[in-house]
Every structure is written in structure tokens, then in C-alpha cells.
């Protein structure tokens, strides 16, 4: 008998506990994608049904609302989601200590924002119905920062389909609601006050999902490592919590302040029908940089994590043709979302939104720079460069400001499409100097042969 033939039943068990392993991430990518495109999807449809709904000036004055709220959702949740995937990423059942002040913090600034949008809310009160909007849209707040948290418990106990079914249920109760609204032919205050229930529906269902996680008996799904403890002479305090979870936080309201203070601003300093206008083009282009998102945040992300410590090959060829590949990808789909802009948009929204084409025509610029810029800031996340890609993202926000302050007076809506893709460009550029200089210094980057190489496995390939 030969050899392999002695093997071969010793060896097929391994293969197949490893063929199941990559079924079951296909499975569960495929999930998350398949959410994440449902989510965008009706999303977007909410939008045109409510476009179609309401009149301009109350589409403005809804969307305007729901956009800054949308801004407050990483202040309200404080980075507590991505902080609970790092410390029991790191140490295991240890990190439920965790929890206990990591609520309390959630809790505070939930009920600080909420406070907040109240009070703009009343501010409005010279126009009821743009201060009723508002204060009813306060509940989408604690909606918010109870799916960020549940999101981060689905994925510690592995369970996928549920955080795919629990990213997807809000969005579905609002298409629901807008139908409503679209049938009976009910206003603006009706659909805030949907969206509030769909609101406080979602936070009750986070909490029952939540339930065994808080009591600290969830069990966790490949964190049986249980690492060296924070400080082992004292207990977690809020202040740990706080200096933990703060640049997550910032990276995450420096992504948001990009998708929509320009719809804030134009709705408070031009009009709500210029932010309806704007806000549609946005929906648009949230919904193209989900590519980019699922590609480097849902499946490489964890795996440059892995090769910054030992592959340095593969890192080099992510820089160069992940990089180089994203951008071109980006300028095709740019040029798709442009091209179809003109006729697309007036035919699902009307005839008065036909600016809006115009206006996603501009913003469509800023896809190659945001898929470029999504890959080569994917390589910064590692070791003590997290820190740098925030701060490069706060700069990038500045630019955002600046420019929106100079643009939006000169040309109102398309000077805010503008500053966007000034924005973008600067924030790539940022990102590619940065990763240039401090990744991949110095080394000689690979070529279409070692890619083919690694493919073929001619040469040992990245796990």
C-alpha cells in the first residue's frame, strides 16, 4: 500500500472540517452582503416613496431631521460597539467587566442627545410642523445606539443570521410606514410618528436580543482566550470606557459628517427643498460606497489584521493592487451612477427633482477617490496606526467644513457637492501619502507575477 493511500483517510477528515469552514463564512458573508443590500435597497426606496408622498418642502424639512439625527447615532452608542468586539476579541469572558460601565456610558450620552434634539425641536417651534418632526424623529436616537450595541453581541455569540434579520427589520418597518403614508395620503407628522414606533419597536427588540449578554452568561463564539486583564487591582471605570472607545467614536462621526451634514446644512442655511434636492444623491451614494464598505470592513479587514504581523507580502500587494484595483473600480461605477443620473432620477421622483441628477453627476467625482481611499486606509487600521487614520480623518472633516462654508453660499446645492468631492480627494490623498510612507516604505512592490504566483500557489499563500 502506498504511502498517500495510508493518508488519505487521516487526511480526509481535515479537509472536510476545513471545507466546512469556508462554507459557513461564505454563508455568512453572503448574509451580511445580502442585509447590508437590503438595507441600502429600501432605504432608497423610502426615499422615493416619500418624495413621492410629501411635498418638496416637507420632504426637505423630514429628511433634513433624519439626517442629523443619523449624525448623533455614534455619539449616542460613544464607540461601545467596536470597543466590545476589541476587548473580548482580546480577552476573552474577562471582558464582560466591561459591559456594566460601557452601558452606563451608552445610557448618558443617549440621554444627552436626546435632550439635545429636544431642544431643537422646540426651537422650531415658529413652524409646528418642522418642530413636531423633530421631536418625534428624538426616538430614532435610542433606536440607534441600541442596534450598534446588538450588532456587536450578534457577532460575539456568532450568530449571523440574527444580526443580518435585526440590520434589515427597522429599515423594513419604515418602507412599511411610508406605504402607509403613500395609501392614505397622510403627511410629514404621520411619518415621523411611524418612524418613532418602528423606533421604540427596534430598541425593545435589542434589549430581549441583549438580555443574556448583559446578564454575562452569552456564550462567545471563538473567544476562548482569555488575555492579560486592563488593570487587575481595580475594576473597569467609566473613564476606561471613555479613552477606549473615543477613537472609535471620532472615526465614526468623521465618516457621517461626510453622508450627511451637507444635507444639513443646506437644510437649515438654503432650504428644505435644497435639502431634499441634495438628500436623494446622497441616498444614492451611501448606497454605492456599501462596496467598498463590505469589501474591507466585513471580509479583508480581519485578514490585514492578521498579515501586518506575518505576511508582509501580502500586505504589498494589497496596497498596490487592492489600491489600484478600487480605483478603477470606482471609475466605473462613477461613470455608471452619472450616466444614469439624468434619465433615472426625474422618472422615479418627479419632474421637480430633476436637479438632482445634476447634482449626483457631481458627486459621482468622489467614488474612485472614496474606493481608493477605503483600501488604503483599510491598511492603517493595525497596531498603533489607528489612531493616525483618525486624526487624517478629522483633517479630512475640516476640509469638509471649510469647504462646504465657502461652496454652499457661492453655489448653494451643487457648491455642497462640491465640497464633497474636495473632501474625498483630499481624505484619499491623506490616506495614500500616509500608507506610502509608513506601511510600505521602502520595500519593493510585487509584481502581476507574484501575483499569479500566490494565486496559483506556486508560493505560499495569505491565509
Not at 178 to 201: E, I, K, N, Q
Request: hydrophobic content about 60%.
Amino acid at each position: 500500500m502506498s504511502p498517500s493511500a495510508v493518508e488519505l483517510p487521516a487526511d480526509r477528515p481535515v479537509r472536510s472540517r476545513r471545507d466546512n469552514r469556508l462554507v459557513a463564512m461564505l454563508v455568512h458573508l453572503g448574509m451580511l452582503g445580502l442585509s447590508q443590500v437590503g438595507v441600502t435597497v429600501a432605504a432608497f426606496a423610502t426615499q422615493v416613496l416619500l418624495a413621492r408622498s410629501l411635498s418638496q418642502a416637507a420632504f426637505g424639512t423630514f429628511t433634513a431631521a433624519l439626517a442629523l439625527i443619523s449624525l448623533t447615532a455614534p455619539l449616542a452608542v460613544f464607540g461601545v460597539s467596536e470597543l466590545w468586539l476589541q476587548q473580548f476579541g482580546q480577552r476573552g469572558a474577562e471582558a464582560y467587566r466591561w459591559v456594566g460601565p460601557s452601558v452606563r456610558v451608552v445610557a448618558a450620552c443617549s440621554a444627552l442627545i436626546v435632550a439635545v434634539v429636544l431642544l431643537w425641536g422646540f426651537g422650531a417651534l415658529p413652524d409646528p410642523r418642522a418642530a413636531t418632526v423633530r421631536v418625534l424623529l428624538a426616538a430614532v436616537v435610542v433606536a440607534q445606539a441600541a442596534l450598534g450595541l446588538v450588532a456587536s453581541v450578534q457577532q460575539l455569540r456568532g450568530d449571523y443570521r440574527g444580526l443580518s434579520a435585526l440590520q434589515f427589520a427597522p429599515h423594513l418597518g419604515r418602507v412599511l410606514v411610508v406605504l402607509a403614508v403613500w395609501a392614505a395620503g397622510l403627511g410629514v407628522v404621520a411619518a415621523a410618528a411611524g418612524y418613532a414606533v418602528v423606533a421604540l419597536l427596534t430598541v425593545v427588540a435589542c434589549l430581549a436580543v441583549m438580555r443574556p449578554f448583559l446578564r454575562g452568561v452569552m456564550p462567545l463564539e471563538g473567544h476562548v482566550r482569555a488575555g492579560a486583564p486592563l488593570s487587575p487591582d481595580r475594576p473597569v471605570a467609566v473613564r476606561d470606557v471613555l479613552g477606549g472607545a473615543l477613537p472609535f467614536v471620532l472615526g465614526n462621526v468623521f465618516y457621517l459628517l461626510g453622508m450627511y451634514l451637507g444635507t444639513v446644512v443646506a437644510g437649515e442655511f438654503l432650504s428644505p427643498e435644497a435639502a431634499a434636492l441634495l438628500s436623494v444623491p446622497m441616498s444614492v451614494l451611501a448606497a454605492v460606497y456599501l462596496v467598498p464598505r463590505v469589501v474591507y470592513q466585513q471580509y479583508f479587514l480581519a485578514k490585514l489584521h492578521r498579515w501586518a504581523g506575518s505576511d508582509r507580502d501580502a500586505i504589498l500587494l494589497a496596497y498596490r493592487y487592492g489600491g489600484a484595483g478600487m480605483v478603477l473600480l470606482g471609475a466605473v461605477v462613477a461613470a455608471l451612477v452619472a450616466v444614469a443620473a439624468g434619465p433615472v432620477l426625474p422618472v422615479l421622483l418627479g419632474a421637480e427633482y430633476a436637479d438632482s441628477a445634476t447634482v449626483l453627476a457631481v458627486l459621482a467625482l468622489a467614488i474612485p477617490f472614496r474606493f481608493g481611499g477605503a483600501a488604503v486606509a483599510s491598511l492603517l487600521t493595525s497596531g498603533g496606526l489607528l489612531r493616525r487614520k483618525v486624526a487624517y480623518q478629522g483633517v479630512g472633516a475640516a476640509v469638509y467644513l471649510a469647504a462646504l462654508a465657502v461652496a454652499i453660499p457661492a453655489w448653494g446645492i451643487m457648491g455642497a457637492a462640491t465640497a464633497t468631492v474636495v473632501a474625498e480627494i483630499a481624505l484619499c490623498c491623506l490616506f495614500w501619502v500616509a500608507v506610502r510612507r509608513r506601511v510600505v516604505a521602502g520595500a519593493t512592490l510585487p509584481s502581476w507575477r507574484d501575483v499569479r504566483r500566490r494565486l496559483t500557489g506556486e508560493e505560499s499563500r495569505a491565509s
